[in-house]
């Protein structure tokens, strides 16, 4: 195992100076002078050359993207010239949150996809199995901003039971946070627990359909015993992946979802750069968030390796 | 008295302004309650308040501005300048000086004392080309200001201007007064730790979610503030902005006629209170005038009479948005009886390029938001029945100012914001040489009126002179207005005290609650 984890390892590490790369070139490459988005109004062809100089911008792109990728590497992944905070802080200030909300979108997703798909799968083509694949496949196609706006009017404005925007950290007041977080995680969770279904229930069916499940049922096993216990772990390899993918994906999910909760997240940060052309603050968190998505895989990869002995000794 | 203020005295007519008259603060006959706090739903995240840091306050800034600053002078209810850090206020003859006598024993929240001295570093500050401020760019009419003792200040400017007082009010970038001592301690952290003098102090940010501005309590105006405490709160998205004031999580909001189904929901519930104003200025756009085809006068003209704008305003904002024929607007005291607006007349556009002979095709800038999209798709429609076809370019915000300063465009959008007086925006928008002289147009008439309406102080005067102003760009055609500035706040009915929102700002430091 040990041997498999190094080895995972060392495929990742290219894959990361990649993404800085391309983060690196993603910033440089955007239309638009930063010295001239500094200096505005200001902005006289002296004024433009001289902090171009100033900042570096002057010097040759391979030039800039090594000293750039040496201070990132000491942690220094430098400071919004808007507002003065280095990107660490603003990050660090905004991750909790994001993550908050992607692991509760999940869980929920999981707590509505994983008993549907299981209960499809146990009378595959049946009626109630018809009807969820019908309703997993108009929830996919609900855009999440009007599946927020519709779950503000119904809980917030008409029922008054769930506020409409906001956020309080979980250390000042664990209940009110909850209270928060539940409308934007479902609106995520809603648009999640589709892909779950579908994914868990087809793998289901075709597990069902393995001798050693005929077996199973000839031995006299009660029903629930064979779905929980012998068809769903190793039908939930794909799932495993699914849920790796969908993590990702929530990141950009959060890009709308805290934009309309008003929820201080990384993706309000990233909304934010994009509009005043903050190019550090861009960068560093495009950075952030390729290296997570990139951090997760390889979690999912090492799941695979626990639920299925075969990958881990290089059979698979 | 110092000699410079002594000077001034002798040769110039004293604008009185008696001490007591505090008429912004003067509410309607109600009784103010004190106590309470408010939640204040904004657009955008507040950046910071060092002027060196973010260079321009957006309309979010300007609300948490207004509640932690004060300015020299402010607003009445009749637009008028009024005292506020400074008493009263001479000019010189030619409008060229003005000194300002100063409130005395007003202190900043961290018991820096206000004065002269205090003011003139915070503008030296903002003026100094070390510091390469884009805030320097509002100011460089300002030649110096001078601090010729404790409580006199004296502003020095390279043109005249009959209305500084009023042109200085509002609570920007540049008027805004910071505490010397705050910034210099602070250095980096000063931006978002913020120290003024006003009615409130700043005690806590979270960063994207909320600010707290509590109550001063040694505030120099006795009695005021009335509400305990102020919260902002960051919500960009519309709907759920709406949202949460129709369910009592914000007390106020702001809102724009992009977002005209609110509007008019909230029209009809009795619950909440509409604030509109109707500021001076307009949304207008500018033709470059050296390049083709809008060297020729006739591609202009044609373009501009072929716009429906009542429709257009259907088309953008339900209607809500009004028509602007000139660049002043309902809100401003220039109103004219001809104007010289051209009417709208397809036909006659046709004609016009027509005569013109060659195909009329061109790009406009446009910002990359639905509202700018739209705009883009509605004129090209219009322009397309006329013969003319004009090609999106859809650029973000930001890349605007920059792609117009260096005259990189064929035809762009552009504001006249809501200031108190025209001068300062008409003047250079419009005179030969400037910066902001999109259009690249000269013409002595033209260059003579502005000139003129600058150094006159009867009102009636000017008003000719600003209306022979927008006959003579009418005709010319160099800019068109498209709709007239209006500014809305939506609150809850309990909310109090609102003032009119001068300059788009959402002021609450002086509301209560009933």
């Known amino acids: 195992m040990l041997n498999f984890v190094v080895r995972r390892i060392l495929a990742i590490l290219p894959v990361l100076l990649a993404v800085s790369l391309l983060t690196f070139l993603i910033a440089s490459l955007l239309p638009g002078d930063l010295a001239f988005v500094i200096l505005g109004d200001q902005a006289t062809p002296e004024n433009v050359a001289a902090l171009r100089h100033e900042m570096g911008l002057d010097q040759p792109l391979w030039w800039r993207y090594l000293s750039w990728l040496g201070h990132v590497l000491q942690g220094d992944l430098g400071r919004s010239f808007r507002t003065g905070q280095t990107v660490l802080q603003a990050i660090s200030e905004r991750i909790p949150v994001s993550l908050e909300l992607m692991l509760m979108a999940e869980f929920i997703g999981l707590l509505i996809g994983v008993p549907l798909a299981i209960a499809c799968a146990a009378r595959a083509g049946g009626a109630f199995d018809r009807f969820m694949t019908g309703s997993a496949f108009a929830m996919l196609s609900m855009p999440s901003f009007l599946m927020a706006i519709l779950l503000i009017y119904l809980f917030a404005v008409e029922l008054h039971w769930l506020p409409a925007t906001g956020y309080v950290p979980f250390t000042e007041a664990p209940l009110a946070n909850l209270r928060f977080f539940v409308l934007p995680a479902l609106t995520l969770a809603l648009a999640e627990w589709p892909g779950i279904m579908r994914v868990l229930r087809s793998d289901m069916i075709a597990t069902l359909q393995e001798d050693y499940i005929a077996l199973a049922k000839a031995k006299g096993l009660k029903p629930s015993r064979i779905l929980f216990v012998h068809a769903l772990k190793p039908s939930s390899l794909t799932l495993v992946t699914v849920t790796g993918i969908n993590i990702g994906r929530l990141l950009g999910g959060t890009l709308i979802v805290e934009s309309i909760f008003a929820l201080p997240g990384i993706g309000r940060l990233l909304v934010g750069a994009i509009y005043t052309r903050d190019l550090v603050i861009l960068q560093g968190v495009v950075l952030l968030v390729a290296c997570g998505f990139v951090i997760v895989n390889f979690i999912v990869d090492m799941l695979y390796a626990v639920l299925d002995p075969r990958i881990r000794h290089g059979h698979a | ?514």
């Open chain 2, 1 to 514: 008295m110092t000699n410079i203020a002594a000077a001034a005295c002798k040769r110039a007519p004293i604008f009185l302004v008696a001490a007591f008259a505090l008429l912004p603060l003067a509410q309607p006959a109600q009784a103010q309650k004190a106590g309470g706090s408010i939640t204040v739903g904004q657009e955008l995240d507040i950046p910071g308040f060092d002027p060196l840091k973010v260079g321009v306050y957006d309309t979010s800034t300007f609300t948490a501005a207004a509640a932690i600053f004060d300015t020299l002078t402010t607003l009445d209810d009749k637009g008028e300048a009024a005292p506020k850090l400074a008493e009263s206020w001479i000019h010189s003859d030619d409008y060229k000086s003005w000194t300002f006598k100063l409130r005395q024993g007003v202190k900043f929240h961290d018991g820096t004392p206000f004065n002269a001295q205090a003011f003139k570093e915070n503008f030296d500050r903002q003026r100094d080309p070390a510091n390469k401020c884009r805030c320097a760019f509002y100011i460089t009419n300002v030649k110096e200001v001078l601090a010729p003792d404790e409580y006199t200040l004296v502003y020095n400017l390279t043109d005249p201007s009959v209305n500084l007082p009023a042109v200085i009010s509002i609570q920007s970038q540049n008027n805004a007064v910071h505490s010397p001592t705050a910034w210099k301690t602070k250095g980096d952290d000063y931006n978002r730790n913020p120290v003024g003098t006003g009615p409130y102090i700043l005690k806590s940010w979270t960063a994207g979610d909320r600010m707290v501005l509590e109550k001063n309590p040694n505030y120099w105006d006795k009695g005021r503030p009335y509400l305990d405490r102020i919260i902002l709160k960051p919500l960009p998205d519309a709907q759920s902005r709406f949202a949460s004031l129709q369910s009592g999580e914000v007390d106020i909001i702001w809102d724009d006629e992009n977002d005209a189904d609110n509007i008019m929901k909230a029209q009809k519930d009795s619950k909440l209170t509409v604030h509109t104003y109707k500021g001076s200025g307009a949304a207008v756009y500018a033709f470059n005038t050296k390049v083709a085809p809008f060297d020729d006068v006739r591609v202009r003209q044609a373009l501009v009479m072929a716009i429906d704008r009542p429709k257009m305003s259907q088309a953008i904002s339900n209607g809500l948005s009004r028509p602007a024929t000139n660049p002043y607007g309902d809100g401003s005291w220039v109103r004219c009886k001809d104007d010289g607006a051209l009417p709208y007349d397809v036909e006659k556009a046709k004609a016009l390029l027509k005569d013109y002979g060659k195909p009329v095709d061109f790009k406009m800038l446009v910002t990359a938001t639905p509202r700018g999209r739209v705009i883009g798709q509605v004129l090209q429609q219009f322009w397309k029945r006329a013969g003319a076809n004009m090609e999106i370019d859809q650029v973000d915000q930001a890349t605007i100012p920059s792609r117009a300063f260096s005259r990189q465009f064929q035809l762009t959008p552009w504001r006249i914001v809501d200031l108190a007086d025209p001068d300062p925006q008409v003047y250079a928008n419009f005179h030969t040489g400037s910066p902001l002289a999109l259009s690249g147009f000269s013409d002595p008439e033209l260059d003579r009126l502005l000139d003129h309406s600058r150094v006159t102080a009867d009102t009636a005067a000017r008003i000719e002179d600003y209306c022979a102003i927008s006959r003579l760009i009418n005709k010319e055609a160099i800019w068109f207005w498209a709709f007239q500035n209006t500014y809305y706040a939506l609150s809850s009915a309990r909310l109090k005290g609102f003032p009119k929102i001068y300059n788009g700002v959402i002021d609450v430091s002086t509301t209560w609650l009933e």
